[in-house]
């Protein structure tokens, strides 16, 4: 009997230590070979999983433009709730940066706020898979744990039209959330046209 709790027990940890470590963020997979220029123009975000602190909250939309020195840059927009009631459109603006060319698909994102009440700073900006024309789905981790998996982070899937993304490009987003160990924590974002 000892043996077969021992041995019980062995394979639970086995299996808690392997979903841990499909957890580790530098073990995520980004878009392979990652093309600006293809994700250039208007994205609409669908879903969200917000991060700790203030987010935009609905009617979020970012418009990627390439410059002529070739680095992406990106005007985004949406409604945020201030001081729990005032809700107001923001406007954010985004630098991004290719620490790796290598992995084009791993940036980092220097943003900041045009108003004085939004937050600026830098947050890694990973696209996790685009087919470009549909649907991006997007990644940062604000804060790791000690084990390499994520404390803080937050993600979009963002599609070209507002108005949904198809089942089959659904599934593959599906897969794609529980691939970044977020599944279950999207929620949709609601787009009204209000900003």
């Keep these: 009997m000892d043996f077969q709790m021992f041995t019980l ?17 530098d073990s995520f997979m980004v878009k392979e070979d990652f093309d600006p220029k293809r994700y250039e123009g208007k994205w609409y975000a669908l ?8 987010f935009l909250q609905d009617n979020i939309s970012a418009e990627y ?13 949406g409604r945020v ?14 630098q ?3 620490p790796d060319p290598g992995s084009p698909g ?6 900041q ?17 685009t087919d470009y024309d549909n649907y991006a789905i997007t990644y940062a981790c604000r804060k790791l744990k000690d084990d390499g998996s994520c404390e803080d982070g937050y993600s979009l899937v963002f599609a070209r039209s507002p108005r949904g993304l198809p ?5 593959v987003v599906r897969q794609k959330q529980e691939e970044i160990c977020m599944a279950g924590e999207f929620q949709p974002v609601l787009q009204s046209g209000a900003c």
Excluded: H
């Design 65 to 77: 433009t390439i410059g002529d020195d070739g680095a992406m840059v990106a005007s985004s927009r």
């Design 47 to 54: 879903q969200k999983k917000d991060p700790e602190g203030l």
């Design 96 to 98: 991004y940066s290719v």
């Design 113 to 129: 706020g045009l108003a004085s009440y939004l937050s600026s700073g830098g947050d890694n900006y990973w696209v996790i898979d």
């Design 167 to 171: 089942p089959t490009i659904q599934r």
């Design 9 to 25: 027990v062995m394979l639970i940890l086995a299996c808690v230590e392997q979903g841990l470590a499909s957890c580790v963020v």
């Design 106 to 111: 791993k940036m980092f994102m220097n943003y």
């Design 81 to 94: 709730t201030l001081f729990g009631f005032w809700v107001v459109c923001a406007d954010m603006a985004a």
